[in-house]
Every structure is written in C-alpha cells, then in structure tokens.
C-alpha cells in the first residue's frame, strides 16, 4: 500500500457511520477498496451493510467531502455490491465501539448464520448470557432488540450477516 494509500484510510477512519457515530466507516468496513486514477485523483469504493441502507448517499458524501479536506479536487466515490459485506469486515475496533454505544457486536462466523445465534447475546451493558431475542426485527435491517435478564435493561444487537 502506498504512502498516499494509507494517507486516505487514515483520514477515513474520521468519517463516522451516521447511524452509530463512535464507529468509523472504516472499522464498519464498508470501505472496501482505495485506488487512484490516471489523473492522480482518488476513488474510493464502498460496500453498504444492507443494499437499501438509507445512510448509503451521506457516506458517500461525507468521503467525498473528506477526500476534498485533503486537497483532491475530483475525488470518485463509488459503492459497489460485488463483494457482498458481512459482519467479519468490522474491525476488533469496530466490534469494541459498537459495544461501547451499547450495541452488543455480532459474533465472528464461517458464513453459515442461523437464527439461533441471535439468541446467545451477552448484554453489551453488563456482560450477562442471561439474555433473550425480543425480535430479530430492530430499528433498521442490521439489528435486533434484546433483553438482558439480569441488569433489567432492553438492548440492541449488531446482527451477524454472513
């Protein structure tokens, strides 16, 4: 990776998710790919969470934004579904700032995801197994809602997207 490479994902781990502000679009790994053009201009590439992702166009906004901070005048940001995103592309940064927001992380897997994994949650708040899957529908597609047996309180989980 080039000096101008690691430059740009330096500057990106500042650019948040608007839907989880401690988590970085980077460590969410949605930013997939770095490269330059013929005319030394970047072009970033982003793989959204979830296809209908209603943040998709302010991400690419906010990079596009970030790439003029620092001086490139005909940034390209571009997302793409050729590689399918799944959960094992959050960093173990990415994984401790969702839990730190009160989201329990998503557990890394083979690919193979059955809904039975939604149901071994530790609450983010308190550590405690002794949870249950209130739905596997949360306030947007990645999530579930969850109750922790112990501390009493209602959470949410990152689900596991293979």
């Not at 969410?28 to 998709?56: D, H, M, Y």
């Not at 897997?109 to 249950?132: A, F, M, Q």
Request: hydrophobic share 35%.
């Amino acid at each position: 990776m080039t000096e101008r490479e690691q430059g740009i994902w330096h500057a990106l781990e500042s650019v948040k998710d608007p839907e989880i502000p401690p988590l970085s679009i980077v460590d969410l790994g949605i930013v997939t790919r770095i490269e330059f053009l013929e005319n030394e201009q970047p072009k970033v590439t982003l793989t959204p969470t979830f296809s209908g992702c209603p943040a998709l166009k302010m991400m690419e906004q906010m990079v596009a934004d970030k790439l003029r901070e620092l001086g490139y005048t005909h940034p390209e940001v571009t997302t793409t579904f050729e590689v399918q995103w799944n959960s094992n592309m959050i960093s173990e940064k990415g994984l401790a700032a969702l839990k730190q927001h009160g989201l329990a992380p998503p557990p890394r897997h083979d690919g193979y995801i059955e809904l039975d994994v939604l149901s071994d949650t530790p609450c983010p708040l308190c550590g405690s197994r002794n949870t249950t899957l209130q739905t596997p529908f949360g306030p947007t597609l990645c999530r579930s809602m969850h109750y922790c047996n112990h501390c009493k309180n209602a959470f949410e989980a990152f689900k596991p997207v293979g």
